[in-house]
């Protein structure tokens, strides 16, 4: 297993950053790499997303995902790929800090034969990727109420 693991303070309480990171249909409206994603927000829902491919080339890959943990204002993550080939575990935690701040902690971990035979380097060459994306959702919640 290999993992990427970000971490950004927000601004606001968990409430607010739990409501967009449900909404999967406000996901085209504030983050660039994530299309779309057409299900809804429920343990063991099978959603279709079509997201960019983290290496920076463009490509965009169109797969379902399941989800496997949805606890309400604390974590969100589905599963999806190829099993055997590309397995993704992306997560979302919030975690509550003083002053209606929020640490939010978002990532994937990555199983298959692609992670073993690329290596920690390759995959963490993808953190930019996530780590925008956080920026995004930061800028985005500041935007709505």
């Not at 409430?15 to 994603?37: A, G, H, N, Q, R």
């Not at 997303?49 to 943990?69: F, L, R």
Request: charged content about 25%.
């Amino acid at each position: 297993m290999n993992r990427i693991e970000t971490e950004i303070i927000l601004n606001v309480e968990p409430s607010k950053i739990w409501k967009v990171l449900t909404d999967f249909e406000s996901y085209e409206k504030w983050c660039s790499s994530i299309k779309f994603i057409k299900g809804k927000a429920k343990h063991n829902e099978t959603v279709i997303m079509q997201t960019s491919v983290p290496d920076g080339s463009g490509k965009t890959y169109t797969g379902k995902g399941k989800i496997t943990e949805l606890i309400p204002l604390k974590s969100l993550k589905w599963k999806g790929g190829i099993t055997g080939i590309l397995v993704g575990v992306h997560f979302w935690y919030i975690e509550p800090i003083e002053n209606n701040k929020t640490r939010l902690i978002q990532g994937e971990d990555f199983y298959g034969l692609y992670p073993f035979f690329a290596g920690n380097k390759k995959i963490n060459s993808f953190k930019p990727f996530y780590e925008n994306i956080n920026l995004e959702l930061k800028k985005y919640l500041s935007t709505i109420e």
